[in-house]
């Protein structure tokens, strides 16, 4: 399926400092991020809390952060509070818009489109430059994520059909259904911006953060809660019954009315529904009933996690 993503946001981090000021601030190792390879990343309060996260692309002298709809204003306005007298420039790129292919053939499609380059031996976060300043990658999450593409506006109508005469366009229904089914968390859904830690939401599975690569704003309670295993929230995989519409941010209840947790994903319609949630451990380890707005819940760990 066809993903457009142009309502995406992309900031450029420029100047003789800007590796080094982005690697104080992010939770994954800027130096490997090159022409060939992207990384996912976030950046944390100074507490240890999720605020936004972003893929990062080696540009052209400058490095890209490819961000959710709404968080380049916020998230240039945090890098800039923290640039001192560092040598670096922050700024929104309007020149530049994204595509996405996802799904099952994903892969093979882009091989359709682009017969002659190794796509089905990349891994995620593989980064391949072509012509006329177009960037593809790998998603560097999780392959259910596929592919993405950056390209000059100007050129965005003529990719956008040669990409919809090989798979469908969707809408974002259908990219919101097929994400929540295939348990892939979000930035500012399963990873709750100034409230949950990034490691709740599974932001270590989706290959954002490095343990080896030294300090980052937030990193002492990262490390600790990853290695002292003291998180007692994770991200499940739920699968709701019939019931009332419930939303986002609903509670999850235990039989006696108390919080198991809050529902940060759910599909559309009032029948049985997938949803994500953050759940605390014990509750689903200990196999309590849980509910939603009058709907019975079932919680599993979705199928990346290694906790």
Not at 161 to 177: F, I, K, M, Y
Not at 283 to 297: C, H, Q
Request: a neutral charge.
């Amino acid at each position: 399926m066809l993903l457009d993503l142009t309502h995406h946001e992309i900031l450029s981090v420029a100047g003789a400092d800007h590796r080094s000021f982005l690697g104080g601030l992010v939770t994954n190792q800027i130096n490997d991020v090159t022409a060939s390879r992207c990384l996912h990343a976030a950046h944390l309060t100074p507490q240890g809390r999720f605020l936004w996260d972003f893929t990062m692309l080696q540009g052209e002298s400058r490095l890209l952060l490819v961000v959710e709809p709404g968080v380049a204003r916020p998230l240039m306005d945090r890098l800039n509070f923290y640039r001192l007298r560092a040598k670096v420039t922050i700024a929104q790129e309007t020149s530049l818009a994204m595509l996405g292919v996802a799904g099952p053939d994903a892969g093979a499609i882009m091989s359709r489109l682009f017969p002659g380059l190794p796509l089905a031996e990349a891994s995620v976060g593989a980064v391949f430059v072509l012509e006329e300043g177009i960037l593809l990658w790998a998603d560097p999450r999780h392959a259910a994520f596929g592919w993405r593409m950056l390209m000059p506006v100007a050129t965005l109508p003529e990719w956008r059909e040669r990409l919809s005469g090989l798979t469908p366009l969707v809408d974002q229904a259908a990219w919101e259904d097929y994400r929540i089914r295939h348990s892939l968390p979000l930035g500012g859904r399963e990873l709750i911006p100034e409230e949950g830690f990034p490691l709740e939401g599974g932001l270590l599975e989706m290959h954002g953060v490095s343990f080896t690569k030294g300090c980052y704003v937030g990193q002492e309670t990262t490390a600790r809660t990853h290695h002292r295993g003291t998180l007692k929230k994770r991200v499940f995989s739920l699968m709701l019954s019939a019931g009332e519409v419930v939303a986002p941010g609903d509670p999850i209840l235990l039989p006696d009315g108390k919080p198991a947790g809050v529902l940060t994903s759910v599909t559309a319609g009032t029948g049985e529904r997938a949803g994500l949630g953050l759940l605390y451990l014990d509750d689903v380890e200990r196999g309590k009933p849980l509910t939603v707005g009058g709907a019975r819940v079932t919680a599993r760990k979705p199928d990346w996690a290694t906790w």
